[in-house]
């Protein structure tokens, strides 16, 4: 089976726009920068958990979240 790989293209501009920093982000979520490092990078995931709390925080609509976390990267 193959690994889904996921474009946080646009999760990052929000960071940029709304945490202003990947540390901060990470903070809010309650991980290290490393870790979301890993994330961004495909060595880790994103937990419902941390995908919630972002959601929540932002008052996002369902498509935003689909964007944010789930966009896959075409080859």
């Given at each position: 089976m193959k690994k889904i790989e996921?474009?946080?293209n646009k999760l990052r501009g929000m960071i940029r726009e709304v945490f202003?920093?990947?540390e901060k982000y990470a903070d809010f979520?309650?991980?290290?920068?490393g870790q979301l490092y890993?994330?961004?990078n495909g060595n880790s995931y994103f937990n419902q958990?941390?995908?919630s709390k972002t959601a929540i925080?932002?008052?996002s609509?369902?498509?935003?979240?689909f964007d944010y976390f789930f966009t896959e990267k075409v080859e």
């Open positions: 996921y474009n946080y202003k920093t990947q979520l309650g991980i290290s920068e890993k994330i961004f958990a941390q995908i925080f932002l008052n609509t369902a498509q935003e979240i």
